[in-house]
């Protein structure tokens, strides 16, 4: 059976964007391939430090990230999840593959560039977060990859590390292949020209899975539409398309059936739908997360995906550090 492996930063909390984007196909995926999930708490503190705030006070959320991320992801029907610092043998293969990566590899990635004009300089485990993601994928030997568009030259770049690896000292690694979802990038509540996201200041901008009744409907009712006053499904009107699509993954219905089923009046009843939608369809991940967050099912729960992934992730290393000259 081939494996899946994928992973999530514990930036925030988990958004409808990561549900409908990730999540929900992971928790299909699972049915049909041998899978494991982590909580990548190590690639989340690649930007946190360079953020405002005392270290101390980041470390804190950094926890309670971690926590609330792995207990949703559970609530959403997750199974074999890990914490990605627990197993380190992922920073271990990490330092292997820098050394056999030229770093021409890393100078090319749009992404870091991105997050380093976003932010208060640039670390230097940013810069290899490519090489740390490698590890996530290969250290498993994990042949598929569910990821967004956004991550295909992370990808690539994790299939140039195994072909390397392989030529250097035989064949151990499969190449991984990406999985895309089929579903629309969710984008900002506030601004859709930018994709939803854990980590953006505005709270308004996203819906988080933990949110109450209250806060949806608050979000939705001021998320921003244009000066139109219909609501119609045309692509080229961002702010409405944006929330046709939200409508439409959660209810497994096209854009264009929803419009043509109801007669909405103006967009105020149109947000207000959503809203309640939306609502109904979290309501049981956030009480079944409140309950994980009380219990100690979470822990039990977690620590089996530790035992399944540490397993594999000392087995495969066994290997390669006989392979690169390590003494055992
Ligand atoms: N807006 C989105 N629409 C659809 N899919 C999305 N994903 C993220 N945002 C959207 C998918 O969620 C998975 C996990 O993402 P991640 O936490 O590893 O990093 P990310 O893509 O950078 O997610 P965020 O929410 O934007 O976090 P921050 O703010 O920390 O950068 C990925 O599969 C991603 O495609």
């Not at 405002?52 to 990230?65: D, N, R, Y």
């Not at 074999?80 to 990490?94: D, G, K, T, W």
């Amino acid at each position: 059976m081939k494996r899946v492996f994928s992973g999530i930063q514990p930036t925030g909390i988990i958004h409808i964007g990561n549900y409908l984007g990730a999540v929900k196909n992971w928790v299909a995926l699972q049915e049909q391939y041998d899978s494991l999930f982590s909580v990548v708490d190590m690639h989340a503190i690649t930007s946190s430090y360079f953020q405002v705030g005392s270290g101390t006070h980041i470390a804190e959320q950094l926890k309670e990230s971690t926590k609330i991320t792995a207990a949703t992801l559970l609530a959403c029907g997750v199974k074999n999840i890990f914490i990605q610092s627990q197993v380190p043998e992922h920073a271990y293969l990490m330092w292997i593959f820098s050394c056999i990566s030229p770093m021409s590899w890393f100078q090319i990635m749009t992404q870091f560039k991105e997050k380093k004009s976003a932010l208060n300089g640039a670390s230097l485990g940013l810069f290899a977060y490519p090489a740390l993601m490698a590890a996530d994928i290969l250290l498993y030997k994990a042949e598929l990859v569910p990821v967004g568009d956004d991550q295909t030259q992370h990808l690539e770049l994790a299939r140039n590390v195994a072909s390397r690896y392989n030529g250097l000292f035989g064949d151990f690694f499969p190449l991984p292949q990406p999985l895309y979802t089929t579903g629309t990038r969710i984008m900002s509540l506030r601004d859709a020209t930018t994709k939803m996201s854990k980590s953006a200041k505005s709270e308004m901008s996203r819906v988080n899975l933990l949110d109450s009744p209250d806060e949806i409907r608050n979000k939705f009712i001021k998320a921003k539409t244009d000066s139109e006053g219909t609501v119609k499904y045309d692509l080229t009107r961002i702010e409405v398309a944006n929330l046709f699509h939200i409508l439409s993954e959660f209810t497994g219905k096209k854009p264009e059936m929803l419009e043509a089923e109801y007669r909405w009046g103006d967009s105020l009843a149109f947000k207000q739908t959503i809203a309640e939608v939306v609502i109904e369809k979290l309501r049981p991940i956030r009480e079944k997360t409140e309950e994980l967050m009380k219990g100690d099912n979470l822990f039990e729960d977690l620590e089996k995906g530790r035992q399944k992934a540490g397993e594999l992730a000392s087995l495969h290393i066994k290997e390669i550090k006989k392979t690169v000259g390590f003494t055992v």
